[in-house]
């Protein structure tokens, strides 16, 4: 039978034996386990690289670094979007690495301190991991497998997606012109708000596509970009009489380092999310200098009332566009709250 494949990363050469001498012989599912060893970041990423079907990770805290660990599970989750691989954290210095703040702030599945750990425990969460592991793969292949499946469908739309793209790219074109046109101020109202749904569809469009851009950092001054969303919903905000404001913290640099196209992107997305959550309300966009270090908080919220958690496909998608957006930019997406507040954190 093919092994469950587990990844042990800790810099203590002990750790791996008693690992080792724990899951001799241990059987999950009549399959063996096989336990890869790496005594360093570095060696870990090379082994993740070998074997991709890696079932569960069990990653030491501190090692080259005092949290080199949570690099690593950023590493995973972020740079190979590797969202299957169960990630178990070890720690012999839970000072470096409090538990409720790792797993609030990180994608990992199970918290263990070395000096409560005991031989059942570890097996219990190896286990617990395997199971999951194994649900998610197995739900993966009925996916693919079914007749008329989300495959072939997903397929379809990225095929129509692409054609609509195409349509649409110059129409855009004109619409820019317009704008450039000596026109009369009516005509020109109705030219800069045929250009701003133009770029909504756009967007739209884009985020029906499952390809990813690659990150292009540039300088980026957040007062032009939020001018340009603000362009971009004031048609519908004229139509439906709420208003959307902007709010940056002087506290920020004048230009950040970014990549200009996804974050465009990430903001209109989370606007189009919280519109159709807000019911009519005032909508604002926020910007100020984050708790973490070298990161900024962006929030997209109604600013009075109660969100209305739409559970429709298309809100759906947005959230998970949102998420998938804020991690290509190398941040990422904190929970949204109770009054429907969407809140990313971003590096500088």
Known sequence: MTPWKVLVVDDEEGIHGITRMIFRGYEFEQRPIELI????????????????????ALLDVVMETDNEGLLLVEYIRNELNNRDIRIVLRTGHPGYAPEAQVIVNYDINDYLSKAELSASRLLTSVVVALRSY????????????APGSAAADNELLQTAAAQLDQQIEPIMQQSQRLQQFDLNPVAKDISANLHAQHQRLHNSINLLK???????AEMVEPITLMNEVLHTFLPQSRRD???LDYSIDPQLPAQ?????????????????????????????ISMQPSAQQDHLLLTVEQTIGQAIFSRDIWAKHLLQQIEKL???????????????AIRVLLPL
């Open 241 to 243: 009489g709420w208003l």
């Open 326 to 340: 804020a991690q290509q930019l190398q941040g990422q997406l904190l929970e949204i709250e109770d009054n429907g």
């Open 210 to 216: 499952e390809d990813e851009r690659v990150y292009q």
């Open 256 to 284: 950040i380092k970014t990549d200009l196209k996804l974050l465009r992107q990430l903001i209109t997305s989370a606007v189009e999310l919280v519109i159709v959550q807000a019911s009519g309300n005032d909508l604002k």
């Open 134 to 145: 194994r649900d998610i793969k197995s739900a993966r292949q009925q996916a693919a497998a």
């Open 37 to 56: 060893s790496a005594m360093s970041s570095a060696e870990a990423k090379e082994q993740l690289a070998q074997h991709p079907d890696i079932a569960l």
